[in-house]
């Protein structure tokens, strides 16, 4: 079991975050009158409403928390680019600080503020975990995952290349684990309210910490059949890189 999280630990790890970013998702809406704080589209067509209707107010929380996101993208890019800390564990601490800070904001706050701390953890995550076994993929919004998740069976369907299958059985697998990680959230509010809810997001935070502690361990020699599978992988893989090449000719 720790050698197959070892091999698949990017895969894994990104699935498991993609349900955070599930809950996150899920319990903004539930908690915060149906405020998403995960992405800037529904965002945006709030302000354009806001112009529209001149409701100036609720212009300036939601101008606030497009800047608060873009913050959150600033400092994750800024972080992996330009320090030496371990970006994955710091993730997991941003979103569980912006989960707790999410819980103790009083009642009385706009539903819009009450989840600025997730506007802010979500970019950072997605900043961070914004991809996996070498495709581009979203953690906090799903849109795209499940576009390359059709397009991906469409295209093994077609063409029987394992590759296609690999990037939709990663983009289906994220899809999935975001839905379940949001039923969690939702479940979480509808169970324990708004504060106990926020802290049911530590659990599957706390299995992507042990994940990567799993991932740090020192490899165990393979067995023959291990080896022999893995050969078998990088042969697949230098095959994939051959006709990628031939077609750039």
């Not at 197959?4 to 498991?16: C, E, K, P």
């Not at 606030?64 to 600033?74: T, Y």
């Not at 799903?142 to 029987?160: E, H, P």
Request: with cysteine; aromatic share 12%.
């Amino acid at each position: 079991m720790i050698k197959t999280i070892q091999r698949r630990l990017d895969a894994i790890l990104h699935w498991n975050i993609s349900f955070v970013g599930g809950f996150l998702g899920g319990y903004a809406i539930l908690s915060h009158a149906g405020v998403f704080g995960s992405a800037q589209t529904g965002n945006l067509m709030e302000m354009a409403s806001n112009v529209r209707f001149m409701e100036w107010e609720e212009l300036g929380l939601r101008l606030l928390a497009m800047v608060i996101f873009a913050c959150g993208v600033i400092a994750s890019y800024m972080l992996t680019n330009y320090t030496n800390l371990h970006m994955r564990k710091l993730a997991i601490w941003v979103d569980a600080a912006g989960l707790g800070l999410t819980a103790l904001l009083p009642d009385w706050f706009s539903p819009i503020a009450g989840v600025y701390p997730i506007f802010f953890c979500s970019a950072f995550q997605w900043g961070v975990y914004s991809g996996a076994d070498g495709f581009n993929s979203a953690t906090v919004f799903i849109t795209n995952n499940f576009k390359q998740s059709v397009l991906g069976w469409t295209q093994y369907a077609l063409t029987k290349d394992k590759e296609f299958k690999r990037k939709a059985v990663l983009y289906s697998n994220t899809v999935l684990m975001f839905f379940l990680g949001a039923l969690l959230g939702v479940t979480g509010v509808a169970a324990f309210g708004n504060a106990l809810g926020a802290c049911v997001g530590f659990i599957p935070l706390a299995v992507a910490r042990i994940f990567i502690s799993i991932g740090e361990l020192p490899v165990e020699d393979e067995t023959p059949e291990e080896t022999e599978e893995e050969a078998e992988e990088m042969l697949e893989e230098a095959k994939i890189l051959e006709k990628e090449e031939k077609k750039k000719i």
